[in-house]
């Protein structure tokens, strides 16, 4: 494997947030390391130290994630925000971090819950570049009047990238109660989503546990089951237990959801009687119970 | 960035690409629509109308290209000129790159800033020793974002032949292979890629029905290569494989 020709392989790289970013002997070729040497590669401290302020009176942040895309993150969040949102005392906000392919305000017809996406401009956003992430993330975060909220939910794009970093380092990954991550039953999706869990493990963002969508699909006339997305390596189930995860629930695929998406409904309350509606309940019912937990805990070392 | 270029980078670039006759990129603003997938169908297909072809995954986060062939524990190596591909068959009528092959453990994430990506998709465009191929398919990660952008700058040079813009398959031909009723053939809320491509104003290639044997069979590590002519899905893609040889004689001509 070793030599690459212009060792672009940083094996041992220190970390962006390192103090020895940029200046460890295995920074030496790499294209960041003028980047990292400079401060540039995390958020100024007390920036980040004012937009936490800010935050202060957010009491519960979610992050949605999966290294691979089109599993669902997106509907899952909607649905999540609705389901969470159905108790009539809690505020819930929905934050859309998709910046390339922002689908949260469509799937929630931009109604009820506070809604922030950036697709209102993205005319002229087709295409960002690296530095422009970190500044929308950090313009969404400080800019929106979020209130007094019980739910903060984070929607990301596919991957372990940008958005991905610039949100844990702005919020820091403490102060987030953790990330839910979305996976489909086959393998090709799963071996993203291990990677997706790795990264939760570098960046010390504690994992709520993974949803396995599309988990078979009922036919809404004759009631049949069958695997549109085969888990012939096990699925989510296997994943969850040799990486020692959760596994929050399986959500069978039901065409209505996608409707309900498209309209801009929510599933939720447009099927309640679907198999999807049970499981989808039951998931954010344990990721409620989980945020509980993280609250009292936290009560208890103040 | 422009200093983080080998100082040969332009050098290179000539030498390890000039055997390639034309570049098709693959791309979706969506994720897990079949990219990969149709990056691979679309090789096999080319294959079989004799062409020699190479695909180069840029999806640094979600690499997919390597299992799909069932080549994800192959490593890279080096010649004088850069790395060598990985071939798929022994004819050497399929080469691939992909960070799938660079990675030490394949659950490692790949958690880069915009520069490194950049500076990476550059090397693959400059450093793979393709040798002659007829057609190098890009494959490409969700979006329209670093890798996307250092794609097709490092490419311009090379003129692209064009991209192919993939969307959600229309399901229709579900309800055969699934054995249900009528009404569960529609899985995804139809998108209706015709109607878009109508509206944007660009060509329809085909629509490729989803067959969950095919998906089957790649899932169990079976030979693409082998399963793939027998699929439901194979008609679709010779067409829309034609097309691009179409276009690509026009190009010549």
Request: proline share 7%; glycine share 10%.
């Amino acid at each position: 494997m070793d030599p690459f020709p212009h060792n672009i392989f940083v094996i041992n790289c220190p970390g962006t947030g390192s103090v020895q970013a940029g200046r460890a002997a295995a920074c030496q070729g790499c294209p960041n390391q003028k980047l990292c040497a400079a401060g540039a590669a995390g958020p100024d401290p007390a920036e980040a130290a004012a937009l936490r302020e800010r935050l202060r009176c957010v009491k519960h942040v979610v992050l949605v994630l999966s290294g691979k895309g089109g599993v669902g993150k997106s509907t899952f969040s909607a649905l999540l925000a609705h389901g969470l949102a159905a108790d009539e005392s809690k505020q819930v906000a929905l934050l859309d971090i998709d910046i390339c392919g922002p689908s949260i305000p469509k799937m929630m017809g931009l109604e009820g819950e506070q809604v922030c996406s950036y697709c209102f401009c993205r005319g002229g956003l087709k295409c960002l570049v690296e530095k422009h992430y970190r500044f929308f993330i950090h313009q969404f975060l400080r800019d929106v009047d979020w209130g007094e909220i019980d739910y903060l939910i984070i929607d990301t794009p596919p991957g372990t990238s940008d958005e991905h970093l610039s949100i844990v380092q702005y919020l820091g990954a403490s102060h987030v109660d953790g990330a839910v991550i979305i996976t489909t039953p086959q393998e090709v999706s799963l071996q993203d989503v291990r990677k997706e869990i790795n990264f939760c493990h570098k960046v010390k963002l504690p994992i709520i546990g993974v949803v396995e969508n599309m988990s078979g699909f009922i036919c809404p006339k004759c009631k049949n089951e069958s695997q549109i997305f085969p888990p012939t390596t096990g699925g989510a189930e296997k994943m969850c237990q040799n990486l020692n995860v959760s596994l929050l629930g399986k959500v069978p695929l039901d065409p209505q959801i996608g409707k309900s998406c498209d309209k801009g409904q929510s599933f939720l309350s447009e099927a309640p009687e679907s198999p999807a509606t049970a499981s989808y309940r039951n998931i954010i019912q344990r990721i409620q119970e989980y945020c509980d937990l993280q609250h009292t805990q936290e009560e208890k070392i103040i | 960035m422009a200093e983080a270029n080998p100082p040969h980078f332009e050098t290179v670039i000539q030498s390890n690409l000039s055997g390639v006759r034309h570049v098709v990129l693959v791309l979706s603003g969506k994720g897990g629509v079949g990219k990969s997938t149709v990056a691979t169908q679309l090789a096999l297909a080319l294959r079989q109308a004799g062409r020699k072809v190479g695909i180069l995954d840029v999806d640094l986060c979600g690499p997919s290209i390597p299992r799909m062939f069932r080549v994800q524990d192959r490593d890279v190596h080096q010649c004088d000129s850069g790395w060598v591909p990985v071939f798929v068959d022994q004819e050497k009528s399929i080469s691939l790159m992909s960070i799938g092959f660079l990675l030490e453990k394949p659950d490692d994430a790949v958690v880069w800033r915009g520069p490194k990506k950049n500076a990476l998709i550059k090397q693959f465009v400059a450093d793979v020793a393709w040798g002659d191929l007829d057609f190098l398919i890009v494959d490409t990660p969700p979006g329209t974002s670093d890798e996307h952008i250092s794609t097709v700058e490092a490419l311009r040079p090379y003129k692209p032949l064009g991209a192919i813009l993939v969307t959600t398959p229309q399901v229709g031909q579900l309800a055969g292979a699934l054995g249900t009723a009528p009404e569960c053939t529609n899985v995804f809320s139809k998108g209706g890629g015709e109607e878009l491509a109508k509206y944007a104003g660009v060509p329809f290639l085909g629509s490729v029905p989803l067959d969950p044997q095919l998906s089957q069979s790649l899932e169990e590590g079976r030979d693409f290569i082998q399963e793939f002519p027998k699929s439901s899905a194979f008609p679709a893609l010779l067409h829309i494989a034609q097309q691009v040889l179409d276009s690509a004689s026009q190009r010549s001509s």
